[in-house]
């Protein structure tokens, strides 16, 4: 198994930025890909950006192209999400995420809340 803590959110003001966190454990050489997904009350979970173990390839949500850079350190088993530029509608609980290649996304988070106050 794969435990996945995130930590880093709160309240912030439109246009600054935070960096979340996220931290794994347990069997993370089965790791191949991290990500990040976040939700919003009555809507369904949504894909913000992701990366390969090797960080060599990252993808983006279009809506955070630009703003967001997803990155990761191995030696700390650990994936970051900066946020820059930050928006009301980013306002969501943000989920780590982790799958093994050729799965989906097995593995979750907790949660961590970002709140953008305009």
């Known amino acids: 198994q794969v435990q996945l803590v995130e930590s880093g959110g709160r309240l912030v003001q439109a246009g600054g930025s935070l960096r979340l966190s996220c931290a794994a454990s347990?069997?993370?050489?089965?790791?191949?890909?991290m990500g990040w997904f976040r939700q919003t009350p009555g809507k369904e979970r949504e894909f913000v950006a992701d990366?390969?173990?090797?960080?060599?390839?990252?993808s983006y949500a279009d809506s955070v192209k630009g703003r967001f850079t997803i990155s990761r350190d191995n030696a700390k088993n650990t994936v970051y999400l900066q946020m820059n530029g930050l928006k009301p509608e980013d306002t969501a609980v943000y989920y780590c995420?982790?799958?093994?290649?050729?799965?989906?996304?097995?593995?979750w988070g907790q949660g961590t809340q970002v709140t953008v106050s305009s």
């Open positions: 995420a982790a799958r093994q290649s050729g799965s989906n996304y097995d593995y």
């Open positions: 990366i390969t173990r090797g960080g060599g390839s990252a």
């Open positions: 347990g069997r993370t050489f089965v790791i191949y890909k």
